[in-house]
Structure formats: structure tokens, C-alpha cells
């Protein structure tokens, strides 16, 4: 972490910037009330802030040492560094400057040493993702994970629109998902070729369902979040039911927390197998017992037909016979007993696969067809009698949720042949890729939240809020559970499940979520980098000196909350033809910086006129026409009411110069 970076964490934990120069350079002077201490950051001379090797140090730091270590986000290197000449530092003798190491007492004035602050990895939002990597050149991350992967299991990418957060949370998600990849990645590739990489394994994670991602709005809810009743259609009656769905936060933490059991390691073909999905048991019901013999027993157990065996009927009239035999009634063709005994009977051959539904959202195990049919004689029950031999090769606690596996919900039926245009094969030859039980654990998972301030946050997370902290997830020492309201089960927060949000500063709901996330929340700002447009030209102006004069007239008239981000220019970056990059540029500033300018400025287009420098340039140059432009070309004031009103007015009329838009001159105005 350089010197510029640790300035900012400082200022983001709470131990702020006081302003001003000390000693004989510049230095970044940080308080900590807490200890009653002060903390200097050097800085490099002149326009260079930043500098490798940052020193920090603490005048009689040792006295505090006990309560240093009580402060979040702080640790201290106690081995003796160089001395420092900082003003308030009486004068080391020159005998006593001796190499990083050396033992110095601290028994009065005259021997001082000096000490290396760091930023604890857990509290750090930059220490293992610069945010300038996350732009224009992802390569640059690579050296950022050189060291143990520490990121933090909240964070929130914040800042001005347009700053690149969302497009950051690629990148960073695969990082967190997969450290290891993600870093030898970046040490093999590096521009667009490394982004297309990243987005490529992006997407695969996706697919897996080991990255989600989503955006709140002010209508998510709570059952859009953990779970909620969903009124759905029966297949089978036609009527409504009801049905407990669950959220996209508590899919992302079963699919974390699942274990998966896996018969074989060997590699199986999917070629000329037919995949059925059946129901074992009930899961919401006092059945449930079926499904854990079955797995205890290796064997799928039908519960249609009751007690009649089915073992010499070899076709579906076989088999209406004998139902209608045992019942003493006839029966339709289209009877669902009829049909799914015949199939569990007469159509399932050995080598086809089962998969083992939970409800109509989710399965829980995939088994391999291995015997013929029997009937299972017991005094125990009537039902669950028809029984095949099965190869149990994956089991899933929890269950996982059909988006794994399905390209559609489930039906209701037991028991059905699964379509091609149901089942993603692709997603299921994932599944069943020979893997140690091991690397199918624990891996992290990460969950992104575009727009995290847009939400109700209260109304979106409940009393799920407190288990996001990491000492109150699984497996922590002040591991918290809760019961979920639909439910009715156990829920807590797995500690492989990592949350990124995304949040623009400068939208007026942020104060609620300051007060509800930041103490749960790492907070990483992401400010304008007008540098990756450093060399671009338009119009002959460079986009970097024009985007950094516009945001700090901006920052005088409005506040730093309100700045432009970099990405609205970085199309431009990629067109190499200057007439095709006028023609974007006019539609940039058109289509979207002046509504932008418009939306922050509340329409006052005179302080909008003063953002682009129309005063200072020529009237046909400017892009907002305002005051005596605008009388040669509109009625006056005193044309358009009484004297008395005309002089209590202010002409606020304006029009937009859509000349100004291709005008080269409209555009080296800004910079002037």
C-alpha cells in the first residue's frame, strides 16, 4: 500500500486528515482521538503524493502500544525504524542512526525511533484490488495479489456515477471466487485480453452460481431477498398453490454452504441416457423418511401402486390390468398411477439418471439406474413398494436450487422423463465432473448488489442484517442463527460468502445506508481517473485535462459527491478514427453529460454554463444560450408582461447550442 493510499484508508477509518504541512516535508497528519496521538504520512515533494515505501510514524508511540491494539483497522510493526527529522522530534545523536532493527530505549527525549503503520488486511478495502486496476487495465491487479487473499466479506464500491463500480465488480468477484486463477491470470495476460478472460470465467461462476448478481430497487423486498410465498399453478388440478420460494441472498448461501457427496470420481457419459426427475418422500411433510432410506439403502422407491406388485407386467395394458384387478374399478388411460408406474416399470432401463427433486425449486440428489424392477415386500407400510436399484452418485445438503441444473421450474408430477429443452446438459455434465469431495466445499461465493442504496435496506435484509458481520457467521465465535418467518427453519450466514455492493454517491438516499451498513460494510472509494484517458485527443483537446477541469469546477459549485466518473469517456479510447470520435463525443455530451449536469444542477443552466466555461468563450461557441444571446432571438421582458412584473423578474430563459456539440472551439473553451 503506498503512501497515497494509506492517507485514504486513514481518513475511511476514521482517524482524519488535519490539514496543513509538517516538518521539513510535506506530510499527510492524521489524529487519532482515541490514543490522543498524532500520525504522519510522509508524501513524495511537489505534485507527487505517493511514495513506495510510506513512513509512519508515532511520536512516543510505545506509551500507546495497549491502546493501539485495541483500535479496528490498525497494526504497527514494533521494530525499530530509521529516525525521522520531523518537526517536534528533538535530534537524534548521529550516533545512534543505525540501520532498520536496531534496539533504541525510549527513556527520554533524545533517543526516538520511528515505527511502520499498516492497515489491517481484514479493514482494507485496497489492499488486495487497487480501483484503478479495475478500469481501463485490469493487469495492474495482479500485483495486488501477490499476498494472501484477504478481502473483506462486505465492501461497497462507492463514488460518483460513472466511475467504473459496476464494471469493477467483475474482476473483483472472480478475485475473491478465485484467488489463485484470478492471479495467474494477471501474471500470463494483461489489457483487453485479460478483461475477456475474466469475464469469460466471470460468466462461468455465474453459471455455477458461485457469483450472483442483482440490483435493488425500491420495490425488492424481503422476498426478493431471503425467501416468500409464491402462488404458483398445479400441472395436475389446475388450481393455485402456494409455495415457500427462496430469495436470491439464501440460494447464494445454501449453494455456499452446500455439502456434496459424491459416489465415484470417475467420469460419466451422459451419451444415450435418459434423465428423469422423481419426487422421494415429502420434504415439507412427515415423508421425508423415504428419501433417507433410499439413500441408506441405494434404491429409489415409487409410492403409486401402493402394494401391488408389478413384477410380470411388461406393458402399459399389463399394467391397467393388474390396477384394475387390485381395484375393482376401471380406470382411464390418462390415470397418473397408470403412467407412472408403467414408466418407473417398463421405461426407466439401466444406465438412465434420476434426479431427485425438492419441491418444484430445488434437487438434493442425481442417482444412476443399476437394477430391474422389484417389488419390496414389507408389513411396515402400504405404498413406496416399487422399488429400482440406483447408483447414488451426487447428494446435495442443503439442496441446491434448480437454476443449477434446470432451464425451467419443475413440475409437481413424481415422476417424468425429462426434455431436452429442461434439463441443461451442459450445467449437468458440470456436475457430475469427477472432483474430490474437498474442492466441492467451502469455496467462496460472492453475491453482488448494483445500486446496494437504492433498496429499503430494513425492509430488504430484516433481522438478517446482524448475521452479515463476520464474527456473527457460521462458525464464528459469536455465531448468531435465526429463524426465518416463512419457513420456519434455521438460517445463518456462511463465512465463504462475500457481499460487494455497489453504491452511487451521488444519490440523496445515502445517509440511511450509512447508518444501517457502515459498521457491516468495508467502504472503498472510486473516484474519477481521468489518467486512463491520458493521450486522447478530440477535436484536438485531451479528454483527461478536460474531464479533471470539469469535475473541479464541479467541486466548487456542488461537492465531490458529484463528480463525472472516467467511464463515460473510455469509448472513446478504443476509436481510432478522429471523425468517428468527434461524432461520440458530441453524442456524449448531448445524450448524456448535459442531462447529467442538468439533473445535478437542479436546470440552473447559468452555474451548468459555468461546469462547460460558456462564459469565457465565444456566444457561438457556448452550449448553454442564456441573457443577451437569447434577447435577439426571443421577446424581451417588458414585450412579454406589465412594466411593475418585468422588473421583478429574472430572465431565467436558456436554449441548448446544438451547433456547440460539433464545434471544436465549444470544446478547447472548457479547457481554456
Not at 510 to 519: F, G, T, V
Amino acid at each position: 500500500m503506498n503512501s497515497l493510499e494509506l492517507h485514504s484508508e486513514l481518513n475511511r477509518l476514521g482517524y482524519p486528515h488535519s490539514g496543513g504541512t509538517v516538518g521539513t516535508k510535506r506530510m499527510f497528519y492524521h489524529t487519532i482521538k482515541d490514543c490522543g496521538i498524532n500520525v504522519y504520512v510522509k508524501r513524495g515533494e511537489n505534485d507527487n503524493p505517493v511514495l513506495k515505501d510510506p513512513l509512519v510514524v508515532h511520536p512516543f508511540i510505545e506509551r500507546y502500544k495497549d491502546n493501539l491494539k485495541l483500535l479496528p483497522g490498525i497494526k504497527v510493526n514494533w521494530d525499530g525504524y530509521f529516525h525521522s527529522n520531523l518537526k517536534g522530534y528533538p535530534v537524534l545523536p548521529e550516533k545512534s542512526k543505525e540501520p532498520m532493527g536496531f534496539a533504541v530505549s525510549v527513556d527520554n527525549s533524545q533517543s526516538l525511533r520511528d515505527f511502520m503503520l499498516f492497515i489491517s488486511d481484514h479493514y482494507s478495502t485496497s489492499s488486495h484490488i487497487k480501483t484503478e486496476s479495475l478500469g481501463k487495465d485490469p493487469s495492474a491487479q495482479s500485483k495486488s495479489m501477490e499476498g494472501e487473499h484477504m478481502a473483506p466479506l462486505n465492501q461497497i464500491l462507492y463514488g460518483p456515477p460513472g466511475t467504473g463500480k459496476t464494471y469493477a465488480t467483475t474482476a473483483l468477484a472472480v478475485s475473491i471466487a478465485e484467488p489463485a486463477w484470478f492471479k495467474t491470470t494477471c501474471e500470463r495476460l494483461d489489457g483487453i485480453k485479460l478483461r475477456q478472460t475474466v469475464k469469460e470465467k466471470y460468466d462461468q461462476l455465474v453459471a455455477e452460481q458461485r457469483v450472483m448478481f442483482t440490483t435493488f430497487h425500491q420495490s425488492f423486498s424481503y422476498e426478493d431477498f431471503i425467501e416468500g410465498i409464491r402462488a404458483t399453478t398445479d400441472e395436475q388440478s389446475g388450481g393455485l398453490r402456494y409455495e415457500i420460494v427462496d430469495g436470491i441472498f439464501k440460494q447464494l448461501c445454501d449453494n455456499a454452504d452446500v455439502k456434496v457427496q459424491a459416489a465415484t470420481s470417475d467420469s460419466i457419459t451422459l451419451h444415450g441416457k435418459r434423465i428423469w426427475k422423481m419426487s422421494l418422500g415429502n420434504t415439507q411433510g412427515d415423508e421425508d423418511y423415504i428419501f433417507d432410506e433410499c439413500i441408506n439403502q441405494g434404491y429409489v422407491l415409487l409410492g403409486y401402486g401402493n402394494d401391488i406388485d408389478f413384477s410380470d407386467c411388461h406393458s402399459r395394458e399389463a399394467v391397467k390390468h393388474r390396477l384394475e384387478e387390485k381395484q375393482q374399478e376401471s380406470i382411464e388411460n390418462n390415470n397418473y398411477t397408470l403412467t407412472s408406474v408403467h414408466a418407473f416399470k417398463n421405461l426407466i432401463t439401466k444406465g438412465d439418471l434420476i434426479i431427485v427433486s425438492d419441491g418444484n425449486h430445488k434437487f438434493r440428489a442425481i442417482a444412476e439406474i443399476t437394477g430391474d424392477y422389484e417389488f419390496l415386500k414389507t408389513d411396515e407400510r402400504v405404498g413406496y413398494q416399487q422399488l429400482r436399484r440406483v447408483k447414488w452418485l451426487r447428494q446435495y445438503q442443503p439442496s441446491l436450487p434448480k437454476e443449477r441444473l434446470f432451464l425451467k421450474s419443475l413440475s409437481q408430477m413424481t415422476l417424468y422423463e425429462l426434455k431436452p429443452t429442461t434439463v441443461d446438459h451442459t450445467k449437468l455434465e458440470q456436475l457430475l465432473a469427477p472432483t474430490r469431495e474437498q474442492e466441492s466445499e467451502h469455496k467462496p461465493h460472492v453475491l453482488i448488489i448494483d445500486e446496494i442504496n437504492r433498496g429499503n435496506i430494513s425492509r430488504i435484509f430484516g433481522e438478517l442484517i446482524t448475521l452479515l458481520e463476520p464474527s456473527k457467521r457460521k462458525g464464528a465465535e459469536d455465531a448468531q442463527t435465526a429463524v426465518l418467518p416463512y419457513s420456519k427453519t434455521p438460517f445463518s450466514v456462511p463465512d465463504n460468502v462475500y457481499l460487494i455492493g455497489t453504491m452511487n454517491t451521488a444519490d440523496k438516499s445515502l445517509a440511511q445506508l450509512d447508518l444501517a451498513l457502515r459498521r457491516r460494510f468495508s467502504f472503498n472509494e472510486m473516484l474519477p481517473q481521468p489518467e486512463l484517458l491520458a493521450g486522447v485527443t478530440v477535436f484536438g483537446v485531451d479528454l483527461a485535462q478536460m474531464l479533471t477541469r470539469i469535475n473541479q469546477r464541479i467541486e466548487v459549485l456542488l461537492d465531490a459527491e458529484h463528480l463525472i466518473g472516467h467511464s463515460y469517456f473510455m469509448p472513446l479510447v478504443y476509436i481510432k478514427d478522429e471523425s468517428e470520435r468527434q461524432q461520440a463525443l458530441a453524442a456524449l455530451f448531448k445524450d448524456k453529460l448535459v442531462p447529467l449536469l442538468q439533473e445535478y444542477f437542479f436546470d440552473d443552466h447559468q452555474r451548468i454554463g459555468w461546469v462547460l466555461n460558456d462564459p469565457a468563450k465565444h456566444p457561438d461557441h457556448r452550449f448553454i444560450i442564456t441573457d443577451e444571446a437569447l434577447r435577439d432571438r426571443l421577446p424581451s421582458l417588458q414585450q412579454l408582461f406589465a412594466a411593475d412584473i418585468a422588473e421583478q423578474l429574472m430572465d431565467r430563459r436558456h436554449r441548448l447550442n446544438k451547433a456547440a456539440f460539433t464545434n471544436a472551439e465549444a470544446y478547447r473553451g472548457i479547457v481554456a
